[in-house]
């Protein structure tokens, strides 16, 4: 979910920033893009609707005990606790700078969602499709899928630069991708969010993530490591 940095080299020194900026670029520009469909593009909010319905049709066995659990697991109080508990263990552990990155990516990124909501003014799916209470808040983009994100995407950075096996890197960095995804399409299963809600929030997610670790490489980059 993060752009690899050589393990030889910290995160906060490694010149090659101009990848984050693409990807960063690149997630901001489709966020942008999937703004304009949903508020201009008719067609779009139809086809939406169908690709959410879709989902919200699966029909598995256990499937929505499965989809509330990770609703649960992407709602803020429980990454917030997650994300305070990561940053004081990362810190403990001598990493400093990836825990104030953790630190303040996800309440921020939290915030800035919340913003979106206010401007966007998407309304959510009715009532009668829903599994679970409806939010009292507008729904693009998804303030979930943001979050799980933020989260998971700003830990497997931190899990990826910091860990050495390359097997146990990837099993981390698919783990914190599903994660966020199963988060999202929960959402959708449920009957809180079109699937357009959640790809907004995966998109502005993706791009805060990585623009604030171009940020922190950049601020970081004079800074003596502590780890």
């Known amino acids: 979910m993060s752009p690899m940095v050589p393990r030889t080299v910290s995160w906060r020194r490694d010149p090659r920033s101009g990848l984050l900026v693409i990807a960063c670029g690149i997630a901001g520009v489709s966020f942008v893009v999937l703004t304009a469909a949903v508020l201009q593009l008719p067609a779009f909010l139809s086809f939406d609707a169908r690709i959410s319905e879709l989902i919200r049709g699966i029909s598995l066995p256990g499937l929505e005990s499965v989809a509330r659990f990770f609703t649960t697991l992407g ?45 966007i003014h998407r309304v959510r799916p009715a009532l009668e499709f829903a599994r679970i209470a409806i939010p009292g808040t507008y729904g693009f983009p998804s303030g979930h899928a943001l979050s799980a994100t933020t989260f998971f995407g700003t830990l497997g950075f931190v899990a990826l630069i910091g860990e050495r096996r390359l097997r146990r890197s990837v099993v981390i960095v698919a783990t914190c991708t599903a994660a966020a995804l199963l988060v999202g399409l929960s959402r959708v299963y449920l009957g809180v969010h079109f699937m357009g809600d959640v790809v907004g929030g995966w998109l502005l997610g993706a791009a805060w993530v990585t623009l604030m670790i171009l940020l922190g490489a950049t601020w970081g980059a004079g800074i003596p490591e502590n780890d």
Request: proline share 4%; no cysteine.
């Open 75 to 119: 709602s803020f109080p429980v990454l917030g606790a997650l994300t305070l508990a990561t940053s004081v263990y990362l810190y403990l552990r001598g990493r400093r700078a990836e825990a104030l990155l953790l630190l303040v990516t996800v309440p921020l990124g939290a915030l800035l969602g919340e913003g979106m909501k206010l401007v």
